[in-house]
């Protein structure tokens, strides 16, 4: 469920920077989600039809990038991939290891058409 407040923070964020580019109407929106991030695509663009309805991003498509989880070993600095088996170091055991890729979720780009766009609006506005 927590994917609705997700989603709605996307259609904040879309819509106030379409405005900013001058306004237009929203047509792709490109989403960031890792692997260990409890993110559901589906869901998402679920919620998505519901919360954008009636606004300039209504019938944006919105496109899931899927970042995989990597880890970096504190000990040796080896970085590898999110095993099944376990989460220790394959290169040397440890078991000091960092989550360093697969937990983000974030609006990499939108895409707002220029057709009826008016000027963007001057910074701090």
Do not use: K
Request: glycine residues 8%; contains cysteine.
């Amino acid at each position: 469920m927590h994917e609705l407040a997700v989603t709605q923070s996307v259609l904040e964020i879309v819509l106030r920077h379409a405005r900013q580019a001058g306004g237009g109407r929203v047509s792709a929106i490109h989403l960031v989600v890792g692997q260990l991030s409890s993110i559901v695509d589906d869901s998402v663009a679920f919620y998505w039809e519901s919360v954008a309805r009636g606004t300039p991003a209504g019938s944006a498509r919105l496109h899931f990038r899927r970042i995989p989880a990597r880890f970096r070993c504190e000990a040796c600095g080896w970085e590898f991939p999110l095993q099944e088996e376990t989460s220790d170091c394959p290169a040397c055991a440890s078991r000091s290891v960092r989550l360093i890729a697969g937990d983000e979720f974030s609006v990499e780009s939108i895409e707002v058409d220029a057709d009826n766009a008016r000027p963007p609006e001057p910074a701090g506005g």
